[in-house]
């Protein structure tokens, strides 16, 4: 498991989960907005929520700042599918 708690790990699941949201976003403001590409977003931060559960990771700054920095990224990707059902009414 210390492979996939390493600092490299972390920011590779954060840079999937940046992709995940610029690709959701980009395809909301051309009119073709897909659900499926919030997808990586949505895995990265599953990918990254042991940090939270275990203390001693989640006490050092660079882990609870990429636990709460994949926090951010999901709420952000939230705002284009609640903008795309909001417009369907």
């Known amino acids: 498991m ?5 600092k490299t790990m972390v920011i590779s699941w954060l840079l999937l ?10 395809s909301l403001f051309h009119g073709q907005f897909e ?6 977003s949505v895995v990265g931060a599953a ?6 559960q275990q203390a001693d990771f989640y006490a050092q700054p660079f882990y609870r700042l ?6 951010i ?5 939230l705002v284009p599918g609640c903008y ?6």
């Not at 659900?35 to 990586?40: A, E, K, Q, S, W």
């Open 2 to 6: 210390s492979v996939n708690q390493s």
């Open 17 to 26: 989960s940046v992709t995940g949201v610029v690709a959701c976003w980009a």
């Open 35 to 40: 659900t499926i590409y919030g997808l990586p």
């Open 47 to 52: 990918m990254l929520m042991w940090i939270r």
């Open 66 to 71: 990429s636990w709460q920095i994949s926090m």
């Open 73 to 77: 990224l999901l709420w952000l990707l």
């Open 84 to 89: 795309f059902l909001a417009s369907q009414f």
